[in-house]
């Protein structure tokens, strides 16, 4: 009896231990700047009530070594976490590695890094930097008294004056040296470069560069630059105020700038450092132009103390929603909130209208409906922002995301919420979602995704429907019943299955079918739920649509007619289009999913389709989008040409790799490859049937490169000159100049000194390279298009070309591709343009590049295949006003020339709003909210301008060159001509350009 006795006892303790609430630890620190008592409390008594015991803890409880590990805490919860020391996110990171889960309130995470005073008192980085401005580094390496001999300015608009002069200021007690920099019209980059250094001023505990800094009203922001004895350049940048603020910055703020990756993935090494730049650039401090004003002081090095770092948020690991910075943007205007009715977890009743102030969003990822995304993640929008007035979609203000098996942070789920301000966390809506959130958390079943494997599908296709599931619990198996429904519009079930299904502890467990659609298709499509029920309660659910793709049975394609212009339904037609990826990839650091966008894994047709249709409503007519080979049987292709089709947006297909990807490649006939490429993707789907193509691209910003770079022709270049002169002794003697020779004594390129027209003996030799490049063009691209046409033949072939055209490159470098060869290999030319609107130069370069085309090509159109400007500013993580503002002017600017120049169409660079890693830039066209930017604005006022304008009247005054006495191309006619070209411009003439000698290939494009 008591052996039964105490084995009852011992049961009963077991089972009481077995479902003990799992414990929260709460951050509540009343160091944290900011720190309310009452959001705290308000926040510490929802996780109570949601089942779990809390713990409050202090920064120093988490700080301490072990302290925080899933083994004591399931749930962390930080209810204020914009401010947190910068040396709390490694401890934070290891616990999410651990599957942790975790609450932010008020996200950005870590957007205010905290330092330590000499008290010990937590401070924000602007507090910690006024704190210790101008005190004087460790060791000064530049103290800018005296004279400034050996500096140097550097710039690309030498001709627009700039001022660096010495200056001083008093700082506690001692007169403090400051190199004062006044640029009287910022119009890309303008630095001062110190003297080569005999030796590195770094050593070993003292590899910080420092000094203090502050800006003129317009002057946010300023780069420093070291370069290396091997050339590598290492830039950080650093956002100014107008009063003096202290940088102590380490190796890691310093970030690769045009360096090889082998050399960018070994990092700055200071040991090595040879020449400082400070200074202003568009690429690193903002776009903003005209003028600029800074004082630095005395520049050196200092202690490698990490406490005493200026540290800006690029050096925090991103965590996708969480944080850095970047990975939110503002809303704007009056909205509204509510749950997101895509997701079944939580209840957020719909909110009065109120002010988007002080609310951010994440950005959107795709969700998962849909099954088999092969993700290792699932993305959830709980509560979304709508605009008052119209009901549009401008955010997701809270998200759970939840981590599969497999990934860095398997087992783990983050919520966070980014309400800035901290009383919105009080009300009484908020804390009854928090509590929903927080229980839902706590429960082991999840799908990962589930629906059916396709968006779109072909006619008379088999669909597989399915779910995937993940168990992500502690508790062992949990079984439940999965639900497939295939429905009408109207609520009629056409399909259903259910299966029986148990997910053993941290894993995922896969269900699924085939199923064929009956015909006739609806045309609204089917509505596939999917539902996760236990114990006879629905707890997660996934709906999408599911359509069939419908080419039309009576194709209208775009024709080109010889007038060397485009018509679609008989009328003229231009393009009035934007570049486009979808918002979802904004803030991605996944290259992968961000690249591959038509991959399972990174579509999600909601986002694609809300921003399709916004891009329609702002009177664009065309898309131009791009497909990886690797992605084609994901069917979201068909998918978005479908909805393209109902939106009546044409779409200008690239087809990845392009050509010049696989002339790189070790293969035996690399130019063949390419073309079975792109006939494999054409043929997968019948592409050459749907008229809502009307052009594929066979490359993507190809050039011909430095001369090592043209070796990659040298064969093909040496059979051109045998063919023509026998040998290069006779070749020689027609260009009355020495054959260039590589290593082995063989036939090679032109040097770029050569083809930029600085060796004046060079110029047959170069007249001769350029007439075989063009033959070059006609032999890869050419054959690359007629093999297309032969299986589309009412569908065109080009590429956008990159710098091909522009009067502003004088050739040196990485030579572009040239308009005359072109224009036999593709149906019409597609330059790009970027940085040169604005200056009169600039503007007059970008019409006399569209009469450069007419003369290459006058029975061809020519559109712009990119051109657009970037309003992120790097130092401070976020669009600047400024920038924004001369991004409208842009656009505004561009519409003006393109009209003015009779262009055939714009493809803007490019839709979706944000931060895009990597490039650091944000080219988006709309705020990420879809709210208008100037540059939308002008859209909004020129796009139906440039559309309906009518076509361009032929010249009446003509000016004629020979481009063979041109080494340098385009940029030596533009220099020759363009006082003339633009003198009769202006007198009310049409001028013309005509080459006297005009090429002709051996075997060029017909149509």
């Not at 099954?371 to 959830?380: D, E, M, Q, T």
């Not at 212009?565 to 979808?582: A, E, T």
Request: charged residues 20%.
């Amino acid at each position: 009896m008591k052996l039964r006795l105490l084995f009852s006892c011992l049961l009963l303790i077991l089972l009481v231990k077995c479902h003990a609430a799992p414990s929260a630890y709460i951050l509540n620190d009343p160091g944290l700047p900011g720190y309310s008592v009452k959001v705290n409390g308000a926040i510490a008594s929802a996780i109570r009530d949601a089942g779990y015991t809390s713990k409050e803890v202090t920064f120093e409880d988490l700080l301490q070594q072990g302290a925080l590990s899933t083994a004591n805490c399931k749930l962390l919860v930080f209810p204020q976490c914009d401010a947190l020391p910068g040396t709390l996110q490694p401890i934070v990171l290891r616990y999410l590695q651990e599957g942790g889960h975790f609450i932010a309130l008020g996200a950005p995470a870590w957007n205010n890094l905290l330092f330590r005073d000499k008290n010990g008192k937590w401070i924000t980085p602007s507090a910690f930097s006024e704190m210790h401005a101008l005190q004087p580094p460790a060791q000064v390496v530049f103290p800018f008294t005296g004279n400034l001999d050996g500096w140097v300015r550097t710039t690309n608009t030498p001709s627009s004056p700039a001022s660096y002069s010495l200056t001083s200021v008093e700082s506690k007690g001692r007169s403090v040296g400051v190199l004062h920099a006044v640029i009287s019209n910022l119009d890309g980059w303008d630095t001062f470069q110190s003297p080569n250094l005999s030796a590195s001023p770094f050593s070993p505990g003292m590899t910080n560069t420092v000094f203090s800094a502050k800006g003129g009203p317009r002057t946010i922001a300023l780069a420093i630059e070291w370069q290396e004895r091997d050339g590598s350049r290492w830039i950080a940048t650093v956002p100014l105020s107008q009063k003096w603020g202290y940088y102590s910055l380490p190796p890691s703020a310093f970030k690769s700038w045009m360096n090889t990756p082998e050399k960018a993935a070994q990092g700055f090494n200071p040991a090595n450092a040879e020449v400082c730049r400070i200074g202003l650039a568009f690429t690193h401090t903002g776009t903003i132009g005209g003028r600029h004003e800074y004082w630095i002081s005395e520049l050196g090095v200092g202690p490698s103390d990490s406490s005493n770092n200026f540290i800006n948020n690029t050096t925090l690991t991103p965590l996708d929603t969480i944080c850095p910075k970047y990975k939110f943007f503002p809303l704007h205007g009056e909205i509204r909130l509510s749950s997101d009715p895509r997701q079944d977890f939580v209840s957020y009743p719909l909110s009065s209208r109120m002010s988007s102030k002080d609310i951010l969003s994440t950005s959107p990822r795709p969700c998962g409906a849909g099954f088999s995304k092969n993700r290792l993640w699932r993305w959830v929008s709980l509560i979304r922002a709508i605009d008052a007035r119209t009901g549009e979609w401008r955010g997701t203000p809270a998200t759970l995301l939840l981590w599969a098996p497999g990934s860095p942070y398997a087992g783990g789920i983050w919520m966070a919420a980014a309400m800035q301000n901290p009383s919105y966390y009080l009300q009484p809506a908020f804390r009854r979602f928090l509590i929903q959130t927080a229980k839902r958390m706590r429960q082991n079943l999840f799908f990962l995704d589930a629906g059916a494997e396709y968006y779109t599908c072909l006619p008379g296709e088999n669909v597989r429907l399915g779910a995937r599931l993940m168990n992500m619990g502690d508790e062992g198996t949990a079984s439940a019943i999965v639900r497939i429904n295939v429905s009408l519009r109207n609520g009629k079930t056409i399909y259903q299955r259910s299966w029986n299904v148990r997910v053993p502890k941290g894993a995922v467990t896969v269900c699924d079918t085939n199923w064929r659609p009956k015909n006739p298709f609806p045309g609204d499509g089917y509505l596939v739920t999917a539902s996760l029920i236990e114990r006879g309660e629905v707890i997660d659910r996934l709906s999408q649509s599911l359509y069939q793709y419908r080419p039309s049975a009576h194709p209208n394609y775009v024709q080109i007619r010889p007038d060397g212009h485009f018509y679609f339904n008989n009328r003229l037609w231009r393009i009035n289009g934007v570049n486009y990826m979808p918002s979802s990839g904004i803030a991605q650091e996944d290259g992968d999913i961000f690249e591959h966008w038509m991959s399972r894994a990174a579509y999600d047709p909601v986002v694609v389709e809300r921003d399709l249709k916004h891009i329609a409503k702002l009177g664009m007519n065309a898309v131009s989008i791009f497909i990886y080979r690797q992605n084609l049987e994901s069917h979201n292709l068909i998918d978005i040409l479908q909805r393209c089709r109902e939106l009546h947006l044409h779409v200008y297909l690239s087809l990845r790799p392009g050509v010049l990807d696989y002339l790189h490649m070790e293969t035996t006939h690399p130019l063949q490859d390419a073309i079975n490429n792109f006939v494999t993707i054409i043929k997968r789907y019948h592409l050459n049937r749907d008229d809502t193509i009307f052009n594929y691209e066979v490359a993507w910003e190809p050039n011909f490169g430095d001369q090592q770079g043209r070796e990659l022709m040298d064969p093909a270049w040496r059979n051109w000159v045998r063919r023509k002169y026998g040998n290069v002794v006779n070749a020689e003697k027609a260009w009355g100049e020495k054959a260039p020779l590589n290593s082995s004594g063989e036939l090679t390129n032109p040097s770029g000194a050569q083809m930029s027209g600085t060796d004046p003996n060079a110029v047959k030799l170069v007249a001769d390279y350029r007439h075989f490049l063009d033959q070059w063009l006609v032999d890869t691209y050419g054959d690359a298009a007629k093999a297309i046409h032969a299986i589309a033949p009412h569908q065109f072939v080009s590429f956008r070309m990159a710098s091909a055209g522009n009067p502003d490159d004088n050739q040196s470098g990485g030579l572009p591709y040239q308009f005359e060869g072109l224009a036999h290999a593709v149906d019409f030319l597609a330059p790009e343009c970027y940085g040169r609107v604005g200056s009169n130069e600039g503007d007059q370069g970008i019409v006399f590049e569209i009469a450069y085309a007419r003369a290459a090509a006058p029975h061809k159109p020519v559109i712009w295949a990119e051109t657009g400007v970037s309003a992120w500013n790097t130092a401070t993580q976020s669009d600047d006003a400024s920038a924004l503002k001369y991004q409208g002017f842009y656009y505004n600017t561009f519409y003006k020339l393109a009209m003015e120049s009779g262009a055939d169409g714009i493809f803007y660079w490019w839709y979706p709003g944000g931060f895009r890693v990597g490039e650091n830039s944000d080219y988006g066209l709309i705020n990420p909210d879809g709210t208008p930017r100037p540059s939308t604005e002008a859209v909004l006022h020129w796009g139906s301008k440039f559309i309906h304008a009518p076509a361009p009247l032929k010249p009446n005054k003509w000016f004629s060159f020979n481009r063979d006495d041109y080494p340098s191309g385009v940029y030596g006619v533009f220099h020759a001509l363009r006082a003339p070209f633009f003198k009769a411009m202006h007198s009310g003439l049409r001028p013309g350009l005509r080459d006297l000698t005009p090429w002709e290939p051996e075997a060029g494009l017909r149509r």
